[in-house]
Structure formats: structure tokens, C-alpha cells
């Protein structure tokens, strides 16, 4: 069965920056496109970025310049490098597949930006 598991989030100062993971099972992660979601307490869960299979990468505005989603083959694991960081960026972190005509998501990590 799919599983995802997302690490890497912590509390981290404003400017700071973060890794985040996502580590994949139970599909052929090669050949399937993966974003990451966040979630801000009290909104709704946002899009955040995707690359796809070819390695093309998509970013929300907000993402774009401090951000980098990148994957690896051979671990089965996406990345989300975070950069710049705000308290605008506090959020619980998913990441997420589509896979057969279901959705999928991880337990999500957290990241907290604050002084």
C-alpha cells in the first residue's frame, strides 16, 4: 500500500531555513509526479509545489525564489528545501500523490518560524 512519511520540520527563527523529506513505498515512485501541501492553522491546506517524473518543478507564488522541491530515484524520496523563512510559512507540512484515482497523504510534519 502507498505510505508516506514526512520528516525534517522543527522550530526555526525567522530567516532561517529547512529541509523537509518525504519518504515513499508501496508504488513505482519513479515514474510519478509529487507536491507538497501545507496547512496554517485555522486556513485551508494550500499547494505548495510538485515536481514531476521528468523533474519539472512547479511552485506556488509565495514559494517561488526561497523554496526547491527535488526528488530521489533511488531512495524513493522527495525534498523541500526551505529558505527565507517568515512566520507566514508556519504550517503543518504534507506531502502528497495521486496514485490509481486516489489521493494520499503523509502525517505531515511541522515547521514553526518565530523569534
Known amino acids: 500500500q502507498v505510505q508516506l512519511v514526512e520528516s525534517g520540520g522543527g522550530l526555526v527563527q525567522p530567516g532561517g531555513s529547512l529541509t523537509l523529506s518525504c519518504a515513499a513505498s508501496?508504488?513505482?515512485?519513479?515514474?510519478?509526479?509529487m507536491s507538497w501541501y501545507r496547512q496554517a492553522p485555522g486556513k485551508e491546506r494550500e499547494w505548495v509545489a510538485t515536481?514531476?517524473?521528468?523533474?519539472?518543478?512547479t511552485y506556488v507564488d509565495s514559494a517561488k525564489g526561497r523554496f526547491t522541491i527535488s526528488r530521489d530515484n533511488a531512495k524513493n524520496t522527495i525534498y523541500l528545501q526551505l529558505e527565507s523563512l517568515t512566520p507566514e510559512d508556519t504550517a503543518m507540512y504534507y506531502c502528497?500523490?495521486?496514485?490509481?484515482?486516489?489521493?494520499?497523504w503523509g502525517q505531515g510534519t511541522q515547521v514553526t518560524v518565530s523569534s
Open positions: 515536481i514531476s517524473s521528468g523533474r519539472t518543478t
Open positions: 508501496g508504488f513505482i515512485f519513479s515514474v510519478y509526479g
Open positions: 502528497y500523490i495521486r496514485h490509481r484515482e486516489h489521493d494520499y
